[in-house]
């Protein structure tokens, strides 16, 4: 197997094989990783979703000639991932490992790789140019192992929905910014309406 040197942009050359067959593999770090989504009116150019995170990525890559213009990529890409927690918005490190296969095919005239739907209803990576990017592949696999949500701890007690005020590192039964009516604390659950109490701390009152 012929292996490329470490390039700062994740692709490629697959000359040797497009030639006379084989395989070809490289690897390498990337320190952004963007996704590309279709644009919501045409004629307008791809949305590029950037993907924050916590240094840098690490993926490996090859491609086996399988057959006429087909050939076979497999590859990883690992990293580190920074999330909103899902309730007090903290950026939380996730590490993500994802898995890259797909079956590529040669076709002339394509300056840009893109994904078409093969006969098997299964996509294809079509590529013109002999040196293919990565980056949109390696992107797409490592977000699919992103978690659709995430804690900073399990404990977290989120957000104040009076104030909005971060709760973690804040007393029980006080409340972050000195509010008397806080629901987050006994004075304020009994002023609150919906507590069953409310009515006959009233009473008492009067």
Known sequence: MSQQA??????????????????????????SLELVRDPVHEGE???????????????????????????????????????????CLTPTEVEVKGRLESLMRHKGGVETPRLELGEDEQDVIVFGDPTVDL????????AVEMPPTVLHAPDCRGLCALCGSDLNGVPEGTCA??????????HGKALDPSNPFAKLRGLVDE
């Open 177 to 186: 910014v000195g509010r008397d009516d806080c629901p987050h604390t006994e």
């Open 135 to 142: 980056s949109p592949f390696l992107a797409e696999a490592f």
């Open 45 to 87: 150019p791809p949305e590029l979703i950037n993907i924050p995170l916590a240094g840098s990525v690490k993926w490996r890559a090859s491609v086996t000639h399988v057959g006429g213009d087909e050939f076979w990529l497999a590859g990883r890409v690992e990293g580190t991932a920074v999330m909103e927690c899902a309730r």
């Open 6 to 31: 470490p390039s700062e942009i994740p692709s490629l050359n697959l000359s040797r094989i497009l030639r006379g067959g084989g395989d070809v593999s490289g690897s390498g770090e990337v320190t």
